[in-house]
């Protein structure tokens, strides 16, 4: 099985909050929503953007990011 490393950071913090993680190569985006939440003990109160080589990933929703 493959699996990735991954660095979450959040921006705009100062001292930067991160987590390092290792997941399986078969995880979605969705999967990672939901590891995130639990790794920085987060309800899931806030919309989110994934950022990756640049490209934005997000749920869609009136007034945010078009997809």
Do not use: N
Request: proline share 1%; with cysteine; hydrophobic share 45%.
């Amino acid at each position: 099985m493959t699996f990735f490393d991954f660095k979450v950071a959040l921006r705009g913090t100062s001292p930067m909050i991160w987590c390092r993680l290792r997941l399986a190569g078969t995880t979605t985006l969705a999967d990672l929503h939901y590891v995130i939440q639990i790794v920085m003990g987060w309800d899931d109160d806030h919309l989110h953007c994934f950022q990756i080589f640049g490209k934005d990933y997000a749920i869609a929703y009136e007034g945010g990011l078009g997809l």
